[in-house]
């Protein structure tokens, strides 16, 4: 894979590594962007050899009628084709045409030529994602909180984060605690461009990377993510679910007595631009609520059988966990979060409005997981509209898409039932592969979509087609999938891949603390994308009201665009699941090593 951006970082001089979050961290341009490229919408990365392959360039009032792919090293054609007719994108404000080469296979690295104009260049293959989903899944083991990390491929050398997490204050009193008791709190990864750590988006991280891994066991190994040092893996167990297990293990802290979970563990200041081992302020164990319950039981219900044949004795105890949440819930039937004064001061807000979709997500896990009949009468009593009913992007805020798909995988499901649930889940799929077919750039994303982490919602639609083929096989539904991949790695409005180091043109101002804090640039890790409202930062708003900005266009690389800019785990977690879904390991893969971005003056 490409790494000729790394070159332009020698043009960034200065990394202003003290100031608050508010200031974007470099002040130099981003000289990596080739502005002749512009136009030419191609995936930076490459295109599966058999497969479908489309680029689209954006050809304004003169259409342009054929196109050639030409070898990257000689500029020699080796594929002339002709152009489509103009097609209008409203969403990225262009006029539209697809260069279409699907039936040219020949491996190797090529480059779109529409005239005079060049695209960035692409590879062709049958494992081009191989590099970057390994990237993508390590940037897991970068963001561990509780342990040093010394990683010859970046670079990165920090203390332990956070030591203080071992002894984490609770907030408030109630029947399981009292306010001021202090508890082991460890582990885990950090959330965002924050150090907060998180139940809900450790819940929907977790059970993806799960579920990538319960969906194709052969597309991961040991040694897969190239541990840094100091960071070891378990014997037998793919890499993967060793990282996984690592957040498992902290979540599992956060479970209570009576089975309810806490929501996070932050401190009571948004911090500056410092090292995690520099942030420390008391930390503080907040929040409670049953939507945050259900999704630790149905995610620890589902690592259960994933670990079963690793270890029986850890996978029993994930379903006494999730059991015990189980229990909980029925003894609180009504939705309940807590909320105390000041304990959003220094963390997010993880909320909701409701906690149906959570239990029917955790009814539906242990149903798989026991084959308990109890946990189908709920789906089919006060979880049947959940089942039932035509469902909406997956994530840590609705998870009923995933409720669904676990009934549907279920091996003692009603068949009778199951085809009310199998109709709702299909209705969805259709009409994001709908969407995507009507979509100038193939991407699933309707102008109301680009809002914060609109990058999560494009790939995960792609990632709900995956789902839907294990039980309506649809050539569709996979190719559709793929344009969402396509979409992240730079085949969009912006011709921006969404990933640090990934592609010639990704981001290289991430929000995110520990990348600017230290000066080290992580590959892997994905930011939320273009957001057309306004009012998520300053620095967005601005930009918004400068001018007529089109919606898939609405994007910053800047650190201090937190709500475009800003990576998190479960953002990372759909791309893990869609780079594994069309990769598999490859033999002597080999990390390439990152170049640090220049040390303040």
Not at 19 to 33: D, E, F, I, K, L
């Amino acid at each position: 894979m490409k790494r000729k951006w790394v070159a332009a970082l020698s043009a960034l001089l200065l990394l202003q590594l003290a100031n608050p979050v508010g200031a974007n961290p470099r002040t130099a341009p981003n000289t990596s962007y080739d502005k002749s490229c512009e136009g030419m919408h191609v995936d930076q990365i490459g295109y599966l050899t058999d497969f479908r392959k489309e680029a689209f360039v954006s050809t304004g009032s003169t259409p342009a009628e054929t196109f050639d792919i030409v070898d990257a090293a000689t500029g020699a054609s080796v594929y002339t084709g002709k152009l489509s007719e103009q097609k209008h994108d409203a969403e990225a404000g262009e006029e539209l045409q697809t260069a279409d080469f699907t039936d040219f296979k020949t491996p190797g690295t090529y480059k779109l030529r529409v005239g005079d104009r060049l695209s960035y260049d692409f590879e062709i293959g049958d494992n081009v994602y191989a590099l970057p989903a390994a990237e993508v899944w390590r940037s897991y083991t970068l963001m561990r909180s509780g342990v040093p990390i010394k990683d010859p491929v970046t670079g990165l050398d920090v203390p332990e984060g956070h030591p203080q997490d071992r002894h984490a204050i609770v907030y408030f009193t109630d029947d399981n605690a009292k306010k001021g008791d202090q508890l082991d709190m460890s582990g885990g990864w950090y959330d965002a461009g924050d150090y907060g750590k998180y139940v809900p988006t450790a819940a929907i991280t977790v059970a993806q990377m799960l579920m990538a891994y319960e969906a194709h066991p052969d597309h991961f190994g040991e040694g897969q993510m190239q541990f840094p040092e100091g960071v070891t893996g378990e014997a037998g167990m793919p890499d993967a679910l060793a990282e996984a297990k690592w957040e498992l293990n902290w979540m599992r802290k956060m479970q209570r007595l009576d089975g309810s979970t806490y929501v996070k563990v932050a401190g009571l200041l948004w911090t500056g631009t410092v090292r995690p081992c520099d942030d420390t302020q008391d930390r503080y164990i907040i929040g409670e609520g049953t939507f945050n319950d259900a999704m630790y039981g149905a995610t620890l219900a589902l690592a259960s059988r994933v670990y079963k044949p690793f270890s029986e004795t850890y996978s029993g105890g994930l379903l006494d966990d999730a059991l015990l949440a189980w229990d909980y819930l029925e003894k609180h039937p009504t939705m309940e979060f807590r909320r105390d004064e000041g304990q959003d001061n220094g963390s997010g807000n993880y909320s909701t409005d409701t906690d149906e979709n959570q239990r029917a997500w955790l009814a539906a896990e242990l149903f798989r997981t026991t084959g308990d009949k109890k946990y189908e009468d709920y789906l089919k009593g006060r979880g049947r509209e959940q089942m039932t009913t035509k469902t909406v992007i997956y994530g840590w805020g609705n998870t009923q898409a995933l409720a669904q798909y676990a009934y549907l995988k279920s091996e003692h499901a009603d068949p009778e039932f199951r085809k009310e649930v199998l109709a709702a889940f299909i209705q969805s799929a259709d009409e994001i592969v709908q969407q995507i077919k009507q979509d100038g750039l193939r991407c699933s994303l309707h102008d109301w979509d680009f809002y914060w982490a609109s990058t999560k919602v494009a790939v995960t639609n792609g990632n709900l087609l995956l789902l839907a083929n294990e039980f309506a096989p649809n050539p569709d539904y996979v190719s559709c999938a793929l344009d969402q991949v396509h979409y992240l790695l730079g085949r969009n409005a912006l011709d921006r891949s969404f990933v640090t180091g990934v592609g010639d043109n990704p981001p290289i101002h991430p929000h995110n603390r520990i990348m600017s804090a230290t000066g080290v640039y992580i590959p892997g890790v994905v930011v939320g994308g273009a957001n057309k409202y306004k009012g998520g930062d300053p620095k967005q708003t601005a930009y918004l009201e400068s001018g007529n900005i089109p919606s898939a266009k609405a994007y910053l690389d800047d650190g201090a665009s937190w709500s475009t800019n800003e990576y998190a785990i479960d953002y990372v977690a759909a791309a893990a699941f869609a780079l594994s879904y069309f990769s598999y390991p490859q033999s002597g893969l080999v990390l390439p090593k990152t170049d640090p971005f220049p040390k303040a003056q």
